[in-house]
């Protein structure tokens, strides 16, 4: 079996999700290429777990001071130059296509009339499942945005649908956990970040982000640039973690048992949801903006416990190679039947 992996490379979760499907994929001697769009080539970091990987340039969304800008979102996109990429993409090699919400490869597979099985966090919005802010818009591009043939939808916990736990690329550690909070808000101004964290002085951060050139220290706060080793460290040895509203980093988080405080992207529904869900699970703190009294409440919460997720990518990658893709009900409860949730998390 030979696999084209198109992967959505506007965030690193999903990047972060293919290591973890790559790394299934080769114990199981499959032979995969990766191709990455959304993001400039030269924006790629700590990508050797892919080999010689393919990009494009896709679709992409502009983000601005922490909310998505649609005029610039339209203005930056290529209708034309997407369609051409479609076009050029030749599939004729590949006996099936994986896919996490990556526009060209999916859409170079229809017109192919190539298998695609789409494994990504926005598939779960297909089902009913907590969704906050999304508008007639949004839900199209849930649907349409990369189309496949079957889906696999990966959320937090099940809501009694059709989906799966999440795929996470770490494992839970015994380090000791050290008095810092780890902040990853890429989306936000590092200004703003950082005029709200030196507000608490006795609280030493560690926060990384895109406009980071080089590590830097400014009173109780370390700045780094993006790293996946480094950021990794961190990750497995803080108190806390401060973070947009992605999927994969909490999921991460929740593994490792670290109290969460999310501060969802503006105008995205996908975060608006993922928030409001990690709230009505007990699992996350939240706050609307960047406010010193909800980061000054949520430093006093009691530390997190690890919620227990499966190896998901292992059943998925035996799930492919069965290869009876139109039925994942056993698949489905397998997994969830392995999942433990904290005892301080509700309605689970």
């Not at 101004?189 to 400014?218: G, N, Y």
Request: glycine share 6%.
């Amino acid at each position: 079996m030979r696999v084209l992996y198109g992967v959505q490379g506007t965030g690193n979760g999903h990047i972060a999700r293919a290591r973890a499907m790559s790394a299934a994929l080769e114990k199981n001697s499959i032979e995969v290429d990766f191709l990455f769009s959304g993001r400039e080539a030269d924006k790629y970091f700590a990508m050797e777990a892919f080999g010689s990987y393919q990009t494009r340039r896709g679709l992409t969304f502009v983000t601005e001071k922490g909310r998505v800008n649609y005029s610039k979102t339209a203005l930056n996109n290529s209708l034309l130059g997407f369609w051409r990429e479609v076009q050029e993409l030749d599939l004729s090699q590949y006996d099936v296509i994986l896919n996490d919400f990556e526009p060209v490869s999916a859409w170079a597979a229809k017109q192919q009339n190539k298998p695609v099985i789409s494994i990504s966090h926005q598939n779960a919005f297909r089902y009913s499942v907590p969704l906050k802010g999304a508008n007639w818009l949004d839900k199209w591009v849930i649907h349409y945005f990369a189309p496949s043939t079957y889906h696999i939808g990966l959320h937090w916990y099940h809501f009694n649908q059709p989906i799966l736990p999440p795929i996470v690329h770490t494992t839970s550690s015994q380090v000791e956990a050290l008095p810092y909070v780890l902040v990853y808000l890429p989306f936000e101004s590092l200004d703003d970040i950082t005029e709200l964290l030196l507000r608490f002085t006795q609280q030493s951060f560690i926060c990384f982000h895109p406009e980071v050139i080089e590590h830097q220290q400014i009173d109780n706060i370390h700045f780094y640039p993006l790293s996946l080793d480094g950021f990794h460290h961190y990750l497995h040895r803080c108190s806390g973690i401060i973070a947009n509203g992605g999927f994969e980093l909490p999921s991460e988080a929740l593994t490792l048992g670290k109290k969460l405080l999310l501060k969802p992207l503006s105008g995205q529904f996908e975060q608006l949801s993922n928030v409001a869900t990690l709230e009505q699970l007990g699992l996350a703190s939240s706050m609307e903006y960047l406010d010193a009294s909800c980061v000054r409440a949520w430093l006093d919460e009691s530390p997190g416990e690890s919620v227990s997720y499966p190896d998901v990518a292992a059943a998925i990658v035996e799930w492919l190679m069965q290869g009876k893709w139109d039925c994942t009900h056993q698949l489905t409860e397998q997994l969830w039947g392995q999942v433990d949730f904290p005892s301080y998390a509700v309605n689970v």
